[in-house]
Protein backbone atom coordinates (compact mmCIF):
# COMPACT_ATOMS: atom_id res chain seq x y z
CA UNK A 1 0.00 0.00 0.00
CA UNK A 2 3.42 2.40 0.87
CA UNK A 3 4.78 1.59 -2.49
CA UNK A 4 1.19 2.49 -4.43
CA UNK A 5 0.84 5.93 -2.59
CA UNK A 6 4.66 6.74 -3.19
CA UNK A 7 4.05 5.44 -6.69
CA UNK A 8 0.72 8.18 -7.04
CA UNK A 9 3.11 10.77 -5.42
CA UNK A 10 5.70 10.67 -7.73
CA UNK A 11 2.78 10.46 -10.63
CA UNK A 12 1.00 13.61 -9.36
CA UNK A 13 3.78 15.46 -8.74
CA UNK A 14 5.17 14.45 -12.68
CA UNK A 15 2.15 15.84 -13.77
CA UNK A 16 2.27 19.27 -11.75
CA UNK A 17 5.50 19.62 -13.20
CA UNK A 18 5.09 19.28 -16.69
CA UNK A 19 1.64 21.51 -16.04
CA UNK A 20 3.99 23.94 -14.59
CA UNK A 21 6.71 24.26 -17.69
CA UNK A 22 3.66 24.42 -20.52
CA UNK A 23 1.78 27.76 -21.56
CA UNK A 24 2.74 29.60 -18.27
CA UNK A 25 1.76 32.90 -17.60
CA UNK A 26 3.49 33.14 -14.16
CA UNK A 27 5.37 30.26 -11.82
CA UNK A 28 4.68 31.28 -8.23
CA UNK A 29 5.91 30.02 -4.74
CA UNK A 30 3.53 30.49 -1.65
CA UNK A 31 4.66 30.28 2.02
CA UNK A 32 2.34 30.60 4.69
CA UNK A 33 0.48 28.64 6.92
CA UNK A 34 -2.61 26.02 7.02
CA UNK A 35 -4.95 25.88 9.79
CA UNK A 36 -6.61 21.91 9.22
CA UNK A 37 -10.21 21.97 10.18
CA UNK A 38 -10.45 25.73 12.28
CA UNK A 39 -12.15 25.93 15.34
CA UNK A 40 -13.88 22.33 14.84
CA UNK A 41 -11.14 20.46 16.38
CA UNK A 42 -8.81 20.62 19.35
CA UNK A 43 -5.22 21.49 19.34
CA UNK A 44 -3.94 20.80 23.12
CA UNK A 45 -5.40 18.60 25.81
CA UNK A 46 -7.14 21.29 28.09
CA UNK A 47 -9.56 21.64 25.14
CA UNK A 48 -8.08 24.29 23.68
CA UNK A 49 -9.34 25.27 19.77
CA UNK A 50 -7.39 25.12 16.15
CA UNK A 51 -8.66 28.00 15.46
CA UNK A 52 -5.36 30.28 14.42
CA UNK A 53 -2.84 27.16 14.99
CA UNK A 54 -0.98 27.49 11.66
CA UNK A 55 1.05 24.66 10.34
CA UNK A 56 3.82 26.01 8.00
CA UNK A 57 3.06 25.48 4.35
CA UNK A 58 4.53 26.12 0.90
CA UNK A 59 3.48 25.64 -2.97
CA UNK A 60 4.54 25.28 -5.90
CA UNK A 61 1.85 27.14 -8.35
CA UNK A 62 1.09 28.14 -12.14
CA UNK A 63 -1.24 30.60 -13.87
CA UNK A 64 -2.38 29.33 -17.23
CA UNK A 65 -4.28 30.97 -19.73
CA UNK A 66 -7.42 29.79 -20.80
CA UNK A 67 -9.61 30.43 -23.60
CA UNK A 68 -12.97 30.41 -22.04
CA UNK A 69 -14.03 33.32 -20.62
CA UNK A 70 -10.99 34.79 -19.42
CA UNK A 71 -10.67 32.04 -16.93
CA UNK A 72 -7.34 30.86 -15.59
CA UNK A 73 -6.16 27.79 -14.57
CA UNK A 74 -4.14 28.02 -11.32
CA UNK A 75 -2.64 24.22 -10.59
CA UNK A 76 -0.82 24.01 -7.42
CA UNK A 77 1.30 21.30 -5.42
CA UNK A 78 1.47 21.76 -1.92
CA UNK A 79 3.12 20.67 1.33
CA UNK A 80 1.72 21.31 5.02
CA UNK A 81 4.27 20.15 8.08
CA UNK A 82 2.18 19.57 11.04
CA UNK A 83 5.34 18.50 12.98
CA UNK A 84 4.91 15.98 15.54
CA UNK A 85 1.89 15.96 17.93
CA UNK A 86 2.34 16.47 21.37
CA UNK A 87 0.89 12.70 21.56
CA UNK A 88 3.97 11.23 19.42
CA UNK A 89 2.58 11.08 16.15
CA UNK A 90 3.89 13.28 13.24
CA UNK A 91 1.42 14.29 10.13
CA UNK A 92 2.63 15.36 6.63
CA UNK A 93 -0.54 16.93 4.23
CA UNK A 94 0.51 16.71 0.60
CA UNK A 95 -2.34 18.64 -1.54
CA UNK A 96 -2.86 18.83 -4.76
CA UNK A 97 -5.20 21.75 -6.28
CA UNK A 98 -6.80 22.41 -9.04
CA UNK A 99 -8.55 26.02 -8.86
CA UNK A 100 -10.04 28.33 -11.69
CA UNK A 101 -9.47 32.59 -11.36
CA UNK A 102 -10.91 34.69 -12.28
CA UNK A 103 -10.45 38.57 -12.33
CA UNK A 104 -12.57 40.43 -10.38
CA UNK A 105 -10.34 43.54 -10.44
CA UNK A 106 -6.95 44.68 -11.53
CA UNK A 107 -5.38 43.31 -8.26
CA UNK A 108 -8.04 41.11 -6.83
CA UNK A 109 -8.66 37.05 -8.36
CA UNK A 110 -11.53 35.00 -6.99
CA UNK A 111 -10.28 31.17 -7.13
CA UNK A 112 -12.32 27.74 -7.03
CA UNK A 113 -12.27 24.22 -7.87
CA UNK A 114 -11.27 21.07 -6.68
CA UNK A 115 -8.32 19.55 -4.39
CA UNK A 116 -6.92 16.64 -3.36
CA UNK A 117 -5.26 16.06 0.19
CA UNK A 118 -2.91 13.15 1.20
CA UNK A 119 -2.39 12.92 4.92
CA UNK A 120 0.10 10.85 6.00
CA UNK A 121 -0.22 9.83 9.91
CA UNK A 122 2.46 7.77 11.80
CA UNK A 123 2.71 6.88 15.28
CA UNK A 124 3.77 3.88 17.39
CA UNK A 125 0.20 2.71 18.63
CA UNK A 126 -1.45 2.40 22.04
CA UNK A 127 -4.11 5.41 23.03
CA UNK A 128 -4.55 8.13 24.37
CA UNK A 129 -7.31 10.34 26.30
CA UNK A 130 -8.34 13.32 25.46
CA UNK A 131 -11.49 16.09 26.43
CA UNK A 132 -13.98 15.36 23.89
CA UNK A 133 -16.78 18.43 25.38
CA UNK A 134 -17.52 18.28 28.88
CA UNK A 135 -16.00 14.31 29.17
CA UNK A 136 -13.17 12.76 28.09
CA UNK A 137 -12.50 10.32 25.10
CA UNK A 138 -9.78 7.55 23.95
CA UNK A 139 -8.99 7.98 20.75
CA UNK A 140 -6.49 5.00 19.23
CA UNK A 141 -3.58 5.63 17.29
CA UNK A 142 -2.05 3.97 14.65
CA UNK A 143 0.78 1.81 15.14
CA UNK A 144 2.42 1.84 11.56
CA UNK A 145 2.30 4.67 8.43
CA UNK A 146 -1.37 5.51 7.33
CA UNK A 147 -2.58 7.81 4.79
CA UNK A 148 -5.90 9.37 4.16
CA UNK A 149 -7.32 10.92 0.72
CA UNK A 150 -9.96 13.78 0.64
CA UNK A 151 -11.13 15.76 -2.02
CA UNK A 152 -12.16 19.23 -1.26
CA UNK A 153 -14.28 22.17 -3.01
CA UNK A 154 -12.01 25.42 -2.64
CA UNK A 155 -12.57 28.71 -2.89
CA UNK A 156 -10.42 31.98 -2.10
CA UNK A 157 -9.50 35.51 -2.97
CA UNK A 158 -5.77 36.61 -3.85
CA UNK A 159 -4.44 40.56 -4.25
CA UNK A 160 -1.58 41.63 -5.54
CA UNK A 161 0.54 44.30 -3.88
CA UNK A 162 3.17 45.17 -6.13
CA UNK A 163 4.59 43.35 -9.48
CA UNK A 164 5.88 40.26 -7.62
CA UNK A 165 3.83 39.76 -4.63
CA UNK A 166 -0.15 38.80 -3.50
CA UNK A 167 -1.64 37.72 -0.56
CA UNK A 168 -4.24 34.44 -0.89
CA UNK A 169 -6.91 33.13 1.65
CA UNK A 170 -8.38 29.95 0.73
CA UNK A 171 -10.76 27.74 2.31
CA UNK A 172 -11.05 24.12 1.65
CA UNK A 173 -14.01 22.68 2.32
CA UNK A 174 -14.36 18.50 2.87
CA UNK A 175 -17.00 15.99 3.04
CA UNK A 176 -19.52 18.65 1.14
CA UNK A 177 -21.79 16.14 0.93
CA UNK A 178 -22.15 14.30 4.28
CA UNK A 179 -23.57 16.73 6.84
CA UNK A 180 -22.17 15.17 10.06
CA UNK A 181 -18.01 15.02 8.87
CA UNK A 182 -18.37 18.34 6.61
CA UNK A 183 -15.23 20.76 7.87
CA UNK A 184 -13.50 23.89 6.53
CA UNK A 185 -9.73 24.47 6.81
CA UNK A 186 -8.64 27.70 5.53
CA UNK A 187 -4.93 28.78 4.69
CA UNK A 188 -3.16 32.26 4.57
CA UNK A 189 -0.22 32.78 2.32
CA UNK A 190 2.20 35.29 0.63
CA UNK A 191 2.87 34.64 -2.84
CA UNK A 192 6.18 35.68 -4.76
CA UNK A 193 5.40 35.60 -8.85
CA UNK A 194 9.00 34.42 -10.45
Known amino acids: MVKLIKTNNLRW ?14 AL ?3 GGYVPFGPST ?3 VTGGKN ?3 FDPMIGLNTVITTPFYNQLFLPELGMVFHGEGQDGYSKQTTLFIFDMGHRLTGTTLLRYGLGTFLTRITADGGSVTLRNGGDSATYYQPNEASTSWNTTVNLGLENSFGPNYAGRVQTYLFSLFNGEARKVSYSLSLVYYL
Open 13 to 26: SSLFIILISINTTN
Open 29 to 31: VSV
Open 42 to 44: QKS
Open 51 to 53: TFS
